[in-house]
């Protein structure tokens, strides 16, 4: 017997992140093609491809500086974990 997926347990977030695909060759104000739409919560955020690397990036920073002040024990201190930098 399989147990039923419960999404809720990885965040609030969680089932609702996606991605949904740009048909409509669109561009946005600068000129710059839109590739698709992030889909958070109940958002719909047009974003280009240098947007969606950057957030890719982003990502991956945050997660690698929360691992780094979590195992230093910097997590309760602003201050100190605010000067963690990747290398």
Sequence with gaps: MSKIFNGKKYGSNW?????????SRTKDSEGVDIIGFLLIDRHRIPITWTEASRITQ????????????KRLGLLGN???AKNIIRV
């Design 15 to 23: 089932e609702s992140i996606g991605f949904e695909l740009n048909h």
């Design 58 to 69: 982003e990502l991956d920073d945050g997660k690698y500086t929360y691992n780094v002040a």
């Design 78 to 80: 602003p201050m100190k």
